[in-house]
């Protein structure tokens, strides 16, 4: 970094950018300074409306802690679920308006307190402009979080619910590297894009079966390999 080293909260930002930014090592001096000054913290509540489609264009995130969630609303008002944000991932749909190919409409919360670094847009997208690497990790990013909506919405029109419920638990089981699960029947409804009734049903259901215990707010998965069975194919995928 050109000259000086810029801390916040006792922490190196450019640490930060170099663990998850890969076109860093190839940005010049003059870049690599450009970004910082035009980086910022910001910090949403819980349930906080953080991207309203495309024409709030915030810019690049990068999640230092919390969660976020991007989904898509229809016309009478219900939303699906995309995919979510978690510590390290970085958010480049709410920076779409960088890419003129991608006009993909989301809407972005915050599932629980959270903190980005924010870069904004018209940063990204001078960097974009100057530098092909920068321009290469925006396309890379937003290809692949596309495949990852479409992949969701796969599983919305082909998979019955129980199989989707089943991919759902193996990809939380994944992602949290633990057996219980803190969600609610709700959450897990909103998550995965059904009704809570329908979850409940199915948690009955799974209960029975061995697969689950639940509780309050929480469940433990018994039998990850009764899971992976229900889900067939698409258990793979999510692990």
């Not at 898509?72 to 979510?84: A, F, I, M, W």
């Not at 396309?139 to 998979?159: D, G, K, N, P, V």
């Not at 259901?205 to 990850?224: A, H, M, T, W």
Request: proline letters at 2%; hydrophobic letters at 40%.
């Amino acid at each position: 970094m050109a000259g000086k080293k810029l801390v916040e909260n006792g922490k190196d930002r450019t640490d930060l950018f170099i663990r998850q930014f890969s076109f860093w090592p190839h940005l010049t001096e003059a870049q690599k300074d450009l970004v910082n000054q035009h980086t910022r913290t910001v910090r949403y509540g819980k349930g906080e409306a953080v991207h309203r489609g495309q024409m709030d264009c915030i810019g690049v995130m990068l999640v230092k802690r919390g969660q976020l969630r991007i989904y898509t609303l229809s016309e009478d008002g219900r939303d699906v679920t995309l995919h979510r944000l978690f510590p390290g991932d970085i958010g480049i749909m709410s920076a779409a308006c960088v890419f003129p190919a991608v006009t993909f409409d989301v809407y972005i919360d915050a599932v629980e307190d959270t903190e980005v670094l924010l870069t904004d847009s018209p940063t990204f997208k001078r960097l974009t402009d100057e530098n092909i690497y920068v321009k290469e990790f925006g396309y890379e990013t937003a290809a692949r979080r596309l495949s990852e909506m479409l992949w969701r919405m796969q599983q919305i029109l082909f998979l019955s619910a129980d199989r989707r419920l089943a991919v759902f638990l193996l990809e939380e089981r994944a992602k949290t590297k633990r057996e219980e699960i803190h969600l609610t029947h709700e959450q897990i409804a909103q998550f995965m894009g059904s009704a809570r009734e329908v979850v409940s049903r199915l948690m009955k259901y799974f209960n029975q079966e061995g697969y689950v215990k639940s509780g309050r707010g929480c469940l433990k998965i018994l039998d990850p390999d009764g899971l992976r069975a229900l889900a067939g194919d698409a258990a793979r995928i999510s692990e």
